[in-house]
């Protein structure tokens, strides 16, 4: 198994920054690619930017190409999101969550196999 959690949430303004941290424990030598998914009030949980384990590729979410940006240190076993130029509708829960083994779509939340708790990010005009 493999146990994640999520910390960087607060409330900011737009135009502000924040970044993510996602710490993996357990079975991390399994990881074979990890993501950030959010999730508004009274809407479905949306991929926001994805990695594979090894670094060599990333994706992102539409919405958040260009201000976000993913990255994880394999050393200390932790995925990073970065965001910047925040704006209201990016508030939401943040989630990460990891997928092991090589088939893998990266955009849906049911490909993955463990999520963290969540974080809250909260943007205010």
């Known amino acids: 198994q493999v146990q994640l959690v999520e910390s960087g949430g607060g409330l900011v303004q737009a135009g502000d920054s924040l970044r993510l941290s996602c710490a993996a424990s357990?079975?991390?030598?399994?990881?074979?690619?990890m993501g950030w998914f959010r999730q508004a009030p009274g809407k479905e949980r949306e991929i926001v930017a994805a990695i594979k384990w090894s670094g060599d590729s990333t994706y992102y979410a539409d919405s958040v190409k260009g201000r976000f940006s993913i990255s994880r240190d394999n050393a200390k076993n932790t995925m990073y999101l970065r965001m910047n130029s925040l704006k209201p509708e990016d508030t939401a829960v943040y989630y990460c969550?990891?997928?092991?083994?090589?088939?893998?779509?990266?955009?849906?939340?049911?490909?993955?196999?463990?999520w963290g708790q969540g974080t809250q990010v909260t943007v205010s005009s």
């Open positions: 969550a990891g997928k092991y083994g090589s088939r893998w779509d990266w955009p849906r939340p049911a490909s993955y196999d463990y």
């Open positions: 357990g079975r991390t030598f399994s990881i074979y690619a």
